[in-house]
C-alpha cells in the first residue's frame, strides 16, 4: 500500500474533516483495514487517539462508557458492530461523527441507530482493503420503511469508481454491473501473487495515460436514479463477508481436505445478517479413527486466522449427491442440528439459572439441543455474539460477569457457576427485585437453592413496574443454618419479612420447596392479624400429609390451630449441599400443614404427570383455584415466562383482600 493511498483517505478529503479538536476511538483489530483510517486519521491531522481496550469494545454498554470517558468525536463501526450498539447501547452514537460499513446493512438498525442514537452525522462508507479502506461514501439522513438496503453513496474524494458490464462498458441507472475503483487509494497488487495482481488490476478503460489501473472488486451494484451507487452484493464468486472479513469457503475447504483425517470437506455460509452469519463445515473422515470437532479445530488454527475456521463441523459418512453426481448442498444438515450431530451426548440445564442462559444461547446461536457443558465457541459463537450475549445474561441476572471469564469457562455451567460466587457474599435472606409500585407486594419464595433464583429478576420485570417483588431466599442459599422444618423456615422468613415491610398486606408466592413455606408464611400471617390477599403455588405437589390436615378443616374453623414450635435442630450451610438437600427433603416429608380457608391459587405446568387437577392443594381448604401454564418445572419460570407471570398479574389483580 503506498503511502499517498493514505494521504488520499485521511487527508484534505470530503466525507470527513478531522482537526485538533477530535478525538478518533481505535476499536479496530490492527490487522484490520479500519486501523489505517483510525490511526493515520488521528495522527495526520493533529487530532488524538483514543484506543479502546478489546474487552470494551465487545460490550455495548462497557463501550459506550469508554467512547463518554475518552470524549471520542468519530468513530468507525463494523455494520454488525453498528448494529449491537443501534440495538443495544445506542446512547453511544449520541453527537458523534459515526461511520459504519463493511458489509451489507440491515435498514432496520440504521433507522435505530438515527432514531434512537441522534448521531451527529451517520456515514455509510464502502471499500475494499485494496483501496485502501474507504471508497464511497453516504451520508445517511433518514431511512425509508420500505427500503430494502441503504445506499453507499458516490466516490470519497479523489477516488474514481465506475459501475460496469462484462463489456467493461458503464451501465445506465437500475442495472446491475461489477464496481470498479481507481485513483491514487489502489494497493499495488498483492504480495508473491503476479498472476491475481493481474486478474483483479486492470488496465484504465477510460484514460490513455500509461500505468493508469482500475480494481475489479467483484462486487455487484447498481446506479441509483440520484447517481447514489446501491450495493448489490457479490458477483457469482463464492466470496463472502463474514465480521467485516472477507472469505472464500473455498479456502478453507482446502484447509480441511488438507489434513490427513479428512477425506472430503464441503463449507458452507449460514445465516442471514451480518450477526448471525457463520461458516459451518461437512464432513467426511479418512478411514481409520474418526476425529473429533475439536481435533480438526485445533488443526486448522495452525494455518488459518480465527476468523476463517468453521464456526461448527458435522461429520458425514458421505457427501449427499443429486441424481447426476453432483454434491446435493440442499441436503446437507440443517445448521440447527449441527450441534447434537457434532457432539452426541448433552447434559440438560439442571436448574432454572442454566435454563435461562440456555435460552440466550438458543436465541443467539439459532441452534438446539446442546449442553451445559458445550463450548459457546465450539457451537458457533464469536467474539461479537459472545459480548451480545454476555448483556443479556446481565439483563437477565442482574449479575455483571466480565467478558474475559467466558474464554477460561465458556460453558453454561461455567457461567452459572461464576454467578452464584459473585452472589455468594450477600447474606440477605430477601432481596428487593422491584421495590416500587403501588400493588400489595408480591412476596415470593424462589425455592431454588442450586439455580439462586435468578428467574426471579426476569419474572419480576413481566409482572410490571407497578408490581413490588420481594424474593426470599431459601435457607442455606444465604449463608444460614437449614431449620428442620417448614414451620420454623417461616418463622425466620416471617421475622425478616417484618422487619423489611412490617405490615400486610402481603401476597405470598412459591415454586417447588417454596411453596410449602409461602403457605405456612401466609397461614402463621392471617392468624397474626395481617391481611394475605392470596397464595401463588408454582408447579408445587401438597405435601403427603395434606390428607390428614383436610379432615381436620371444620374444626379448624372455629378452634386455632396452635403454633408449630421451631425444631431446634439445624443444619449449617458448610456441611455441604448434599447434606442440605437431605434436610429439607426430610423437612418436606415431615411437614402436616394446617388447613388454610385463604385463597390459594395453584399454577401448574402443562408435563406435570400429577393426576389430580389441583396437585392436592384443595385437601387444606375450599378456596383453591387452579390453571395451567406452559413449559415444565423449569421452562415455565425461564422460557415462558411472560405466560406465567401473565397468570399471576390477572390473579392478584382479581384477589379479594379479605
Known amino acids: 500500500m503506498p503511502q499517498r493511498a493514505v494521504l488520499r483517505l485521511v487527508c484534505d478529503t470530503d466525507y470527513v474533516q478531522l482537526g485538533a479538536g477530535d ?144 463489456n467493461g462498458e458503464p451501465v445506465p441507472c437500475g442495472i446491475p454491473g461489477e464496481i470498479h ?74 484447509a480441511l481436505r488438507a489434513l490427513p483425517q479428512v477425506r472430503d470437506a464441503v463449507v458452507a455460509v449460514h445465516g442471514d445478517t451480518a450477526e448471525t452469519r457463520r461458516l459451518t463445515a461437512c464432513v467426511v473422515p479418512s478411514p481409520g479413527p474418526t476425529p473429533t470437532p475439536a481435533e480438526l479445530w485445533r488443526e486448522l488454527r495452525r494455518t488459518l486466522p480465527e476468523y476463517m475456521v468453521p464456526g461448527a463441523i458435522v461429520l458425514l459418512a458421505a457427501m449427499p449427491l443429486t441424481p447426476n453426481g453432483k454434491l446435493d448442498r440442499r441436503a446437507l ?69 466480565p467478558l474475559t471469564l467466558l474464554f477460561t469457562q465458556p460453558t453454561i455451567a461455567g457461567l452459572a457457576a461464576a454467578i452464584r460466587r459473585r452472589t455468594r457474599a450477600s447474606a440477605a435472606s430477601i432481596t428487593a427485585v422491584n421495590a416500587a409500585g403501588s400493588r400489595p407486594p408480591l412476596f415470593f419464595l424462589h425455592g431454588d437453592f442450586t439455580g439462586g433464583g435468578f428467574y426471579c429478576i426476569p419474572l419480576a420485570r413481566a409482572l410490571g413496574d407497578d408490581q413490588p417483588f420481594y424474593a426470599i431466599h431459601p435457607h442455606g442459599l444465604d449463608g444460614h443454618a437449614v431449620p428442620e422444618s417448614i414451620e420454623a423456615m417461616a418463622d425466620e422468613r416471617i421475622r425478616a419479612l417484618r422487619r423489611m415491610r412490617p405490615t400486610g398486606p402481603y401476597v405470598l408466592g412459591g415454586h417447588c420447596n417454596g411453596a410449602f413455606v409461602a403457605l405456612e408464611i401466609a397461614r402463621k400471617l392471617v392468624e397474626q392479624g395481617e391481611e394475605v390477599p392470596m397464595v401463588v403455588l408454582l408447579d408445587a405437589k401438597a405435601p403427603q400429609r395434606a390428607a390428614s390436615a383436610s379432615r381436620s378443616i371444620k374444626t379448624a374453623k372455629t378452634n386455632p390451630v396452635p403454633q408449630v414450635p421451631a425444631t431446634p435442630g439445624a443444619i449449617n450451610p458448610g456441611h455441604g449441599k448434599r447434606d442440605m438437600f437431605a434436610r429439607y427433603r426430610a423437612a418436606v416429608a415431615s ?55 401473565a397468570r399471576i398479574r390477572t390473579c392478584i389483580e382479581t384477589a379479594d383482600s379479605p
Not at 501473487?193 to 483483479?200: N, Q, W
Not at 457479490?234 to 469457503?249: F, N, T
Open 23 to 166: 478525538v478518533i476511538a481505535h476499536l479496530s483489530n490492527p490487522a484490520f483495514d479500519a486501523a489505517t483510517f483510525e490511526i493515520w486519521g488521528a495522527l495526520l491531522n493533529g487530532a488524538c487517539l483514543a484506543v479502546i481496550p478489546r474487552q470494551a469494545v465487545l460490550s455495548p454498554s462497557e463501550l459506550a462508557a469508554a467512547l463518554d470517558r475518552h470524549g471520542v468525536t468519530t468513530l468507525f463501526l463494523t455494520t454488525a458492530l453498528f448494529n449491537v450498539m443501534a440495538r443495544d447501547a445506542p446512547r453511544a452514537l449520541t453527537g458523534r461523527t459515526v461511520l459504519f460499513g463493511g458489509e451489507a446493512v440491515e435498514p432496520r438498525w440504521v433507522a435505530a441507530g438515527l432514531s434512537h442514537g441522534n448521531p451527529g452525522r451517520l456515514l455509510h462508507m464502502y471499500g475494499p482493503t485494496e483501496a485502501t479502506t474507504f471508497a464511497t461514501w453516504h451520508e445517511v439522513r433518514v431511512v425509508d420503511p420500505d427500503t430494502s438496503s441503504v445506499p453507499i453513496g458516490r466516490p470519497i474524494a479523489n477516488t474514481e469508481v465506475y459501475v460496469l458490464d462484462r
Open 181 to 254: 475503483i481507481g485513483g491514487p487509494g489502489l494497493a499495488i497488487g498483492y504480495l508473491g501473487r503476479p498472476d491475481l495482481t493481474a486478474e483483479r488490476f486492470v488496465g484504465h478503460p477510460f484514460v490513455s495515460e500509461s500505468g493508469k489501473r482500475l480494481y475489479r472488486t467483484g462486487d455487484r451494484a447498481r446506479y441509483r436514479n440520484d447517481g447514489a451507487i446501491e450495493f448489490l452484493g457479490r458477483l457469482d464468486d463464492d466470496q463472502v463477508k463474514i465480521r467485516g472479513h472477507r472469505i472464500e469457503p473455498g479456502e478453507v475447504e482446502v
Open 333 to 401: 444438515p440443517d445448521p440447527v442440528d449441527l450441534a447434537e450431530q457434532r457432539t452426541g451426548f448433552h447434559v440438560p440445564p439442571q436448574n432454572p439459572l442454566q435454563q435461562m442462559i440456555a435460552a440466550i444461547w438458543e436465541e443467539l446461536l439459532g441452534i438446539r439441543n446442546f449442553g451445559v457443558r458445550d463450548s459457546f465457541f465450539e457451537l458457533g459463537g464469536h467474539s461479537l455474539l459472545a459480548a451480545q450475549m454476555m448483556d443479556a445474561v446481565e439483563r437477565a441476572c442482574g449479575v455483571k460477569i
Open 591 to 645: 411437614y402436616e400443614p394446617a388447613p388454610y380457608s385463604g385463597r390459594v391459587v395453584v399454577l401448574r405446568s402443562e408435563t406435570t404427570r400429577d393426576r389430580r387437577p389441583d396437585l392436592g392443594w384443595s385437601l387444606l381448604g375450599a378456596g383453591v383455584e387452579t390453571y395451567t401454564i406452559p413449559g415444565d418445572h423449569h421452562s415455565s419460570i425461564t422460557r415462558h415466562v411472560a405466560e406465567t407471570a
